[in-house]
């Protein structure tokens, strides 16, 4: 069974660059049984997806983040990534990775913990 | 983009009532429809995927229907652990969405 964890910084000034790294544990990233994506949850409230990327490197962004979001894999080591540019404080929220399975409909059957980012001076 | 409204919001109830929650689609996403349970300060869990298939390891107190643009997520007889906040989840198309959340309080 899959595992996923982030990491990353837990403090991102304002205007700089927020990058988080997801490990995948339990299974290969390069079977194409998964989207890889990146969610958020702002303090209080409801879930927002940023993107996936697919094992080829095909990406899907959010297009409310598409100016600012990179998301990029590295099956060798099992890692994908996060880079989101010019942050301000409504970029302040949980992040999760989480697997997208292609045969659940691209339902989320496996979450990291969350890693919780503040944007701040 | 395809939005979801979930509704209500929020709900109260007891435990071993029956609660119904709704999602509707802005357009039709035949049945790529997700159910998520959230406890605070965890991430989400999978409950519901293609719209009324029990996701491994969920208890059968929790089902869903529908297709195209109305959806639901019914939970039978309330236990004290399912008193959370749902979400659902399209990925018909690109961006995937979420709907708004329900809590579902005492």
């Known amino acids: 069974q899959l595992q996923l964890h982030e990491s990353g910084p837990g403090l991102v000034r304002p205007s700089e660059t927020l990058s988080l790294t997801c490990t995948v544990s339990?299974?290969?990233?390069?079977?194409?049984?998964?989207?890889w994506g990146w969610i958020r949850q702002p303090p209080g409230k409801g879930l927002e997806w940023i993107g996936s990327?697919?094992?080829?490197?095909?990406?899907y962004y959010n297009p409310s983040l598409k100016s600012r979001v990179t998301i990029s894999l590295d099956t060798s080591q099992n890692h994908f990534f996060l880079r989101l540019t010019s942050v301000t404080a409504a970029d302040t929220a949980v992040y999760y990775c989480?697997?997208?399975?292609?045969?659940?409909?691209?339902?989320?059957?496996?979450w990291g913990q969350g890693i919780v980012v503040t944007v701040s001076s | 983009d395809i939005q979801l409204t979930q509704s209500p919001s929020s709900v109260s109830a007891s435990v071993g009532d029956s609660v119904t929650i709704t999602c509707r689609a802005s357009?039709?996403?035949?049945?790529?429809l997700a159910w998520y349970q959230q406890k605070a300060g965890k991430a989400p869990n999978l409950l519901i995927f293609?719209?009324?298939r029990l996701h491994s390891g969920v208890p059968s107190r929790f089902s869903g229907r529908g297709s195209g643009t109305d959806f639901t997520l019914t939970i039978s007889s309330l236990q004290p652990e399912d008193f959370a906040t749902y979400y659902c989840?399209?990925?018909?198309?690109?961006?995937?969405?979420f709907g708004g959340g329900t809590k579902v309080e005492i």
């Open positions: 293609a719209a009324s």
């Open positions: 990327v697919f094992y080829s490197g095909s990406t």
């Open positions: 339990g299974g290969s990233m390069t079977t194409g049984d998964y989207y």
């Open positions: 989840q399209q990925a018909n198309s690109f961006p995937v969405t």
């Open positions: 989480a697997s997208l399975g292609a045969a659940l409909r691209l339902a989320g059957d496996y």
């Open positions: 357009q039709g996403i035949s049945t790529w």
